[in-house]
């Protein structure tokens, strides 16, 4: 019995090492986690809207045309790193960029988007961190492709580099 108990740390080691193999050598891409909601209509949205008082940010948003839901915060380092590429795509006309603030408050937000620009068509402020959860969110920033039915296409999740925002962009132009 204490032979089992001698070995049992090494047979674990070399378990675990065979399976962090097995995942590295895959070629998967861990920024394309898949969502259970692929393919499915994205969760209802009803949250206050930034700086539009009164307004709510609602699933209704998402449809009639494709579009790019991005979870972000003034609060996140990546957020900002990818900013200035979500303020390139907003330039083109046939995008529309919906942000969605995690845990975020307006003041916050509002001094973020001062100082990085701001890209986004219309920004939902969910403070509580319920819509994320909703979505299936991991962390920020996370980025859904939306189509003009306000079904998920596509999910990335941290933050975007230029590959993966061209990619985007033409499922985005595909789906239209």
């Known amino acids: ?13 070399v378990g675990l090492t065979g ?14 986690i898949a969502t259970p909601l692929m393919g499915e209509t994205a969760p209802d949205l009803d949250i206050a809207a930034f700086n539009q008082p009164g307004r709510h940010v609602t699933g209704d948003d998402l449809r009639g045309k494709p579009q790019l839901v991005n979870f972000f915060a003034s609060w996140c380092g990546p957020c900002a790193a990818e900013n200035k590429l979500l303020m390139q795509m907003a330039e083109d006309q046939h ?9 975020d408050d307006a003041d916050a937000l509002q001094g973020y988007l ?12 969910d403070e509580s961190g319920h819509t994320a959860i909703d979505w299936g969110v991991s962390g920020v920033p996370e980025t859904f492709l939306v189509d ?6 596509e999910r990335h999740v941290g933050q975007l580099d230029g590959e993966e925002g ?3 962009i033409e499922r985005l132009k595909d789906a239209s």
């Open 1 to 13: 019995m204490k032979r089992f108990f001698v070995w049992m740390p090494l047979a674990i080691f």
């Open 19 to 32: 399976l962090l193999g097995e995942v590295l050598a895959s070629g998967r891409d861990p920024s394309t």
């Open 95 to 103: 995008i529309r960029i919906v942000g969605i603030a995690m845990k």
């Open 114 to 125: 001062d100082k990085r620009g701001n890209p986004y068509a219309l920004i939902g402020l």
């Open 148 to 153: 003009g039915k306000g079904t998920i296409l």
């Open 166 to 168: 061209r990619h985007l």
